[in-house]
């Protein structure tokens, strides 16, 4: 029996293994599957490559195929440890067919996917199966596979040797589309649905399409209407009955540009937004978009509620409260008046700071909510304003007889100090609005005007809120204290707030100018505190006195005009701001770039981006106590996730166009990319150390 049995061993043993079956061929197609490298070690990842060479006058399918058709499909036989991700589709043709219109592929198509194999996966002489069918269609359409299978060696001491079909697949990879690093929106009026890209597309742009990632959204075989300005596109489409009950446009914008060696290029870029209704529409969807406009209204208005107690309008409290304690004592007409100018202050200063924001959008800035704050012209004026307002409280000076309403910025007490107050409740209010309107801020700047405006003065109406109450309420009124001599001491304690303010700004400044600006920014501060000074003194004393005081205050702000304007150039040869620093020790951060966020992406590396500003108090308080934390340095090492600080404390178009894309316009923003080509998850935007680590640990 042994003499019949080693022969048997020895024959096994010496049969050669099957052969690598790499290639196939139809009449209609030659397919050939492709690898990166043969050797691969434990942990890492080897890229594969269906090359189907099409003859000409036939067509195969795209991942969304369209009126008719179906997308290639691949069933993978892979050894332990080995999982195979996505199939990766390059930018696809529209293809008509007798009036019916197809998303596919002619002539040729390199069908990407990435095998990963697990950290523990144990050394291999493997092989990978892969069954593959496809459709490829002209007049008639034939349904055919073939099977392929080729050797992949898992071996620690695998190097970086490539094969002859590597460089190919690198080819694909660099121009497979890519999340866009721009703002796409989706509009509807009627029966047709708009897309409009940009601000922030980078190239000139010979033409646009979009093919549609989901049914039943548009027209596929109507025309395109496509419409180029500068840095921004449209692309016009029919849209289908159906898409009525379809709140969201997802899809690929393919866009065709110069290529640097001549000729055009394609390159696709996915999105996924809202449908905002612009104009008549059917039903469902027009009632989808009035309850989101409804419950947007609604959001507003709580959020202007909680923005009383954010520490950004602890200024303006201040003032209002010491206003609130005086009126104890008048009517409640001249109550209600206060509180109705204070109000009128607030809406005003929001339809101000909107319609700004709108013209100057309109007119292709690329600029997102809180842009004031990065003029540090306009954070100078406003910290000298509030150190003003400090001054004033500490008795060094006095304007009229009615402390508080806003005497720094008029002469006239009551009413119109309190419409000023008010405008300057929400300049100081705009960078605390991110914590709970980031998403409410980023829905309302995606709708018409109108009501863009609308949703902004509910939130006005929200600041007001309390002030109105404490008016119109007899019963709240009354519990109000009496004012007294005591009012003399509070008023001076409430002037520190304000100091604070005016320190806080100042330190804003210090992240937006270089040395020599901010040089110039302490100098304005000495210039106010001795125009304050001066002018208390010129009121104590004779008629003459008083106008050498008055001229030596005078001299006072025109010096700190004079250093006002210069500050804009002391901000454009500054370094890049700093808010904040590294998450902690062993996790540094890098400086956000779309450049930087596409080469991490493309190398299949998780991303945590950091969209923050100096300026910005939420994402300072975010960044100590929970980015800052070593459990989150730990979690982002042991993931391998890279960390981008989006610093917006100056004007950074890159991060404005990001951020538009991601749906806000403006911070704090935390984005996590999963490295897989997966969606962007946006995490709360007030943080905790278990919030970071638990959206690492789900990736």
């Not at 991601?662 to 943080?687: A, N, T």
């Amino acid at each position: 029996m042994m003499k019949r049995l080693i022969p048997a061993l020895l024959a096994l043993a010496l049969t050669p293994p099957a052969l690598a079956q790499t290639t196939a061929q139809t009449e209609e197609v030659t397919a050939e599957l492709l690898a990166d490298r043969a050797a691969v070690a434990p942990g890492g990842s080897v890229w594969l490559g269906l090359d189907l060479k099409i003859k000409q006058g036939w067509h195969t399918y795209w991942r969304t195929p369209g009126d008719s058709g179906q997308p290639t499909s691949i069933r993978w036989t892979l050894p332990a440890g080995v999982t195979a991700q996505e199939i990766q589709w390059p930018v696809p043709d529209r293809v008509e067919v007798l009036g019916i219109m197809n998303f596919g592929y002619h002539d040729r198509v390199t069908l990407l996917n990435e095998l990963k194999v697990d950290p523990a996966a144990v050394p291999a002489n493997a092989e990978i199966k892969a069954d593959v069918t496809w459709l490829v269609c002209a007049d008639v359409c034939i349904p055919q596979d073939a099977s392929f299978s080729m050797p992949l060696k898992i071996d620690p001491a695998a190097g970086n040797d490539t094969t002859p079909g590597a460089s190919m697949i690198e080819v694909v990879k660099n121009s497979l589309p890519r999340a866009a690093p721009f703002p796409v929106k989706a509009a509807r009026s009627g029966d047709q649905i708009t897309f409009n890209a940009g601000p922030g597309i980078q190239g000139a742009i010979k033409s646009a399409t979009y093919f549609p990632t989901q049914d039943g959204l548009i027209v596929n075989a109507s025309p395109q209407t496509v419409k180029v300005k500068g840095d921004t596109v449209s692309v016009a489409v029919a849209a289908e009955k159906k898409s009525e009950t379809i709140t969201d446009a997802k899809g690929l914008l393919v866009l065709e540009r110069d290529a640097p060696g001549g000729g055009t290029a394609k390159v696709g870029y996915y999105f996924d937004s809202p449908i905002a209704w612009t104009g008549p529409g059917a039903t469902a969807g027009g009632e989808a978009a009035s309850m989101s406009f409804a419950l947007a209204l609604l959001f507003a208005f709580l959020g202007g509620i909680i923005l009383n107690v954010m520490p950004c309008v602890l200024p303006v409290l201040v003032m209002k409260a010491m206003s609130f304690i005086k009126q104890s004592s008048v009517t409640a007409a001249e109550r209600r008046k206060d509180a109705l100018f204070y109000t009128a202050g607030v809406l005003a200063a929001f339809t101000a700071l909107v319609g700004s924001l709108l013209a100057l959008r309109a007119g292709g800035a690329a600029i997102g909510w809180g842009f004031q704050l990065q003029s540090p012209v306009f954070v100078a004026v406003i910290a000298y304003v509030m150190l003003l307002l400090g001054l004033n409280l500490s008795g060094v000076f006095v304007v009229g007889g009615n402390f508080g309403m806003g005497q720094s910025l008029t002469a006239k007490p009551g009413a119109t100090g309190s419409f000023f107050t008010g405008l300057l409740a929400v300049v100081v209010a705009a960078p605390c609005t991110g914590p709970f309107m980031g998403a409410a801020v980023g829905f309302a700047l995606t709708q018409p005007p109108v009501m863009s405006l609308a949703i902004f003065e509910f939130l006005a109406l929200g600041l007001a809120f309390p002030y109105l109450l404490l008016a119109f309420v007899p019963s709240a009124a009354r519990l109000l204290p009496r004012p007294g001599v005591w009012m003399d001491r509070v008023k001076q304690v409430l002037a520190f707030p304000l100091y604070g303010a005016a320190a806080w700004l100042i330190w804003v400044l210090a992240q937006q100018l270089d040395p020599v600006g901010l040089a110039f920014a302490f100098a304005g501060v000495v210039a106010v505190g001795f125009a304050g000074w001066i002018y208390g003194v010129s009121q104590q004393s004779e008629q003459r006195g008083r106008h050498v005081g008055l001229g030596f205050a005078g001299l006072a702000v025109i010096a700190v005009i004079a250093i006002v304007f210069t500050l804009n150039d002391r901000a454009a040869a500054a370094p890049t701001a700093k808010a904040g620093g590294a998450v902690a020790e062993g996790a540094p951060s890098e400086p956000f770039s779309i450049a930087r966020l596409k080469e991490l992406q493309t190398s299949g590396r998780p991303v945590l981006v950091n969209f923050t500003a100096a300026w910005c108090l939420t994402c300072i308080v975010n960044e100590r106590v929970a980015l800052s934390h070593q459990e989150v340095a730990d979690a982002l090492k042991g993931g391998n996730v890279a960390y981008l600080k989006a610093d917006w404390t100056n004007q950074n178009p890159e991060i404005t166009a990001t951020l538009h894309g991601l749906g806000r316009d403006g911070v704090p923003l935390y984005v996590l990319y999963d490295g897989k080509g997966g969606p962007p998850k946006i995490l709360p935007q007030l943080l905790t150390p278990a919030i970071v680590t638990d959206a690492i640990k789900a990736l």
